[in-house]
């Protein structure tokens, strides 16, 4: 059904609200996101929402996904699409495929052309903008039957392109267009979205408008998402969040609350529907529902006292009654399958409650980072930093100066790297520095920990009361000659304590660990739960990240005009570097990974 039919259907007395969800990058944390989704359709949203990557880059996930939500699981699905550098005829392919599969509803959104917008050309000039998406399904015959909705952003636009007057004449001109809907970006200021929507309907603007709602899961996640998406945080949040940011439980708690919170004080002004981010992530979402009393036909048994007499009967029943149900029960019900990650993170809904980027197990349907709207991985490592920051490489010993400059705090982005460098990596940095002098460029790293208290202020996660533990950990790019010799070290002097994994932009892959190899990098021991493993190292995993990181290359080469003599640099690296991950299993030894590397009858 069309989403604007469904709404104008619903009991107004009654709170609606839509799911949104990313397709994972790994098969199985596909096969795993369906069963979760299956779990919360059961809270009976009105609609779901299936992103797209930016330039159609998980079109065939994306489209698999909304065909399980919309033919299989019966439930209105919304599709996100993206105009922007795709190419030539991919948009009417994606709109033909998805009424193909029954969708009805399509969010039309820009995405975002690569940073250097000077040197990009369309790769279909009809779009250019987001307006253009949606003035073209409604002006075609084909696909005019769409409802079609639009993306808004009370906090202001991230590219920070116009001001909120321009702002809201480019969202009018979407609405005159043809738009029926606007879903918003996130936000956590309640006080300043009213206040934006009054100005919204000042503009004659009268569709319905749905704001995003993303509860906070991780404070690293949160400072991720909040600056990608360019969200005003107000200061009392920072307030209460600062405190208890090295206690995930706590944390996680702290966003129910403030997400509950949220969606009373949007009632109270007068809305009628939430978006959720959901991250893919299963336990916030249904905790803040349940709460709100939102939560839909969840099928629970209720317990009931056996007794010889059934009275009342809605608290007791007879032991005739009881094993007659028992048996019924059992034979009508279906042999569930395992669920993923039993045995290493609990239960099926917050097994991987724990997210930690793509550093996470691959299994998980939060495997990965979603960007929502379209923002390639270049843009959404970091969404707001100049390119003059990097400056204008031309040689190797310019893309050297730029690392060492980022570890020394010269500069706090790489396009690797959206965040300055953590106090955790200071605790390797002669290590690091070391790598970057030889050309060997750092993009990832952990040290090693030994039973570190969950509270420590630099590696501490989780919650109160436990201890966590880190295999130490480096990735770097280096010349295929150097991949050489670290597999040689590798064989000749790892003794079976060091796993390595490379590979280059060509998809050949080197590796030590077997097929199903799993190395489980980061773990945690907490009262009253099993052992929890939130950052995991494997094949799936490593080759999601190689074609993320040989992508950022790419985009940042395509950020220099063609023929340049950065362009050339960078796209020769990325032609001819390898991406290497070396990890040390003894985790006792922090300067076990570094001996082995720098020390030994053959010195790397």
């Not at 906090?155 to 321009?166: I, K, S, Y």
């Amino acid at each position: 059904m069309r989403f604007i039919d469904k709404i104008a259907q619903h009991d107004a007395q009654q709170m609606f609200y839509t799911l949104e969800f990313f397709p994972p990058k790994t098969d199985q944390g596909f096969e795993n996101l369906a069963a979760r989704i299956a779990r919360m359709i059961e809270l009976n949203p009105l609609a779901v929402s299936v992103t797209w990557g930016a330039g159609g880059t998980t079109k065939d996930r994306t489209l698999d996904l909304v065909g399980l939500t919309q033919l299989e699981y019966g439930t209105d699905t919304i599709l996100h699409l993206t105009c922007t550098n795709m190419v030539q005829g991919t948009v009417d392919t994606a709109l033909r495929e998805a009424k193909e599969r029954g969708i009805k509803n399509i969010l039309a959104l820009r995405g975002d052309p690569p940073r250097g917008a000077e040197h990009w050309v369309p790769t279909d000039s009809r779009f250019q903008h987001g307006v253009d998406l949606v003035r073209y399904i409604k002006s075609t015959p084909e696909f005019a039957d769409f409802c079609v909705g639009v993306a808004a952003y009370p906090d202001g636009h991230p590219d920070r392109d116009t001001n909120e007057d321009g702002e809201l004449e480019h969202l009018k001109e979407k609405i005159d267009a043809g738009a029926d809907f606007i879903i918003t970006q996130l936000f956590y200021d309640v006080d300043g979205f009213l206040q934006w929507l009054e100005k919204v309907r000042a503009k004659g603007i009268s569709v319905p408008v749905i704001p995003g709602v993303m509860p906070v899961q991780t404070y690293a996640s949160f400072l991720r998402m909040t600056k990608l998406c360019a969200a005003r945080i107000p200061p009392n949040m920072m307030h209460n969040l600062v405190p208890i940011r090295h206690d995930d439980q706590k944390v996680k708690e702290y966003g129910v609350n403030l997400a509950v919170n949220m969606i009373k004080q949007l009632r109270a002004g007068g809305i009628k529907g939430v978006h959720f981010c959901t991250l893919n992530l299963e336990k916030s979402v249904t905790r803040v529902l349940e709460t709100l009393g939102l939560a839909g036909h969840l099928s629970q048994s209720t317990n009931k006292l056996i007794a010889d007499v059934a009275a009342p009967p809605e608290r007791t029943m007879t032991p005739h009654a009881a094993a007659d149900r028992a048996t019924k029960e059992l034979a009508s019900a279906p042999v569930p399958e395992p669920d993923a990650g039993k045995g290493e993170i609990n239960s099926a809904a917050d097994w991987d409650d724990f997210p930690n980027g793509r550093f996470g197990d691959f299994k998980s349907p939060a495997f990965g980072e979603t960007d929502r709207w379209g923002s390639s991985a270049f843009q959404a490592k970091a969404p707001t930093a100049p390119l003059s920051q990097w400056g204008n490489p031309k040689t190797v010993d310019d893309l050297t100066t730029l690392f060492l400059r980022y570890l020394h705090s010269k500069i706090t982005t790489t396009p690797f790297s959206s965040t300055p460098l953590s106090p955790e990596s200071l605790m390797i940095f002669p290590h690091l520095e070391r790598l970057t002098r030889k050309g060997w460029w750092t993009v990832g790293s952990q040290p090693a920990i030994n039973g570190a208290p969950s509270t420590d202020e630099v590696v501490g996660w989780g919650p109160r009361g436990g201890y966590v533990y880190q295999k130490c950990f480096v990735e770097f790019f280096v010349e295929e000659k150097d991949v050489e010799r670290i597999v040689k070290k590798v064989e000749e002097e790892g003794a079976g304590w060091v796993s390595y994994f490379a590979a280059n932009v060509t998809d050949e892959l080197l590796t030590n660990v077997s097929d199903g190899g799993r190395n489980a990098v980061t773990w945690g021991v907490f009262p009253g739960q099993e052992i929890v493993q939130t950052t995991i190292i494997e094949k799936e995993s490593f080759l999601s990240w190689k074609e993320e990181a040989f992508s950022i290359w790419s985009e940042w080469a395509s950020s220099y005009a063609p023929g340049s003599e950065e362009r050339s640099l960078l796209e020769g690296v990325r032609d001819q570097r390898w991406l290497v991950s070396l990890i040390h299993h003894n985790y006792m030894d922090p300067a076990a990974l570094w001996t082995f590397m720098f020390k030994g009858n053959q010195l790397l």
